[in-house]
């Protein structure tokens, strides 16, 4: 994501402050569906990122996350959920409208999802347990275990031989590892998420699990 290499190479307030307002060009005044991971991983990139204007930044996440309102009950539960939990830690709470007050509709995830075992490898920790929360809130049923092993382990071949599917966060994983896992996985499920972040996980999952409807 080309916003959080930006946010990693340490911006100055001034060009802080003019990515953000082309962010918000970008986005307009709303967005849609298909847009919501896009916003997510970008909510994650800014918060996991050092800033030099915090209420700036704060006030842009705010008004990004108020924007996801008018569609909120277009959203997959797996979407639902990880906009709560992103809201939560922002200390936001998305108001209660029409849209947010809609029941979801059953969308199949929690069933597929039912007796899974699910094993996701990233060196970024808070992602792997932010992801284990949002699966294991949709299935009580599901099995999530995470992994940031630098290198080959006993667990972490076990993790690759027996999970149902295995998530590997491309951008966060030591090679020798990657090599490891592709080399004990086989023919089984092997899923790459593009992002850092939570959200890129569980994406990379419910695309799957919708693919095979």
Partial sequence: MLVEGLLASGLDQRTYRDLIADIDEIAGDGFGVDMIYWVLELVESFMNAATPDASARETFLHRILARIVPIYGRLTSIQRIAVRLLSSELGWSPPVT????????????ASRLDGLRIAIYSMTDSSNRQAKAVLEEISPSVVVDTNADHGGSPRLRALAENSDLFVITWSS?????TDF??????SRTLLYSQGK????IIRSIE???LKKA
């Fill in 173 to 177: 994983a030591k090679h020798a590892a």
């Fill in 98 to 109: 029409p849209a947010t007050d809609v029941e979801p509709v059953d969308d199949g995830l």
């Fill in 197 to 200: 972040g939570f959200s890129s």
């Fill in 207 to 209: 695309s799957h699990l």
């Fill in 181 to 186: 896992i592709r080399e004990h996985r086989g």
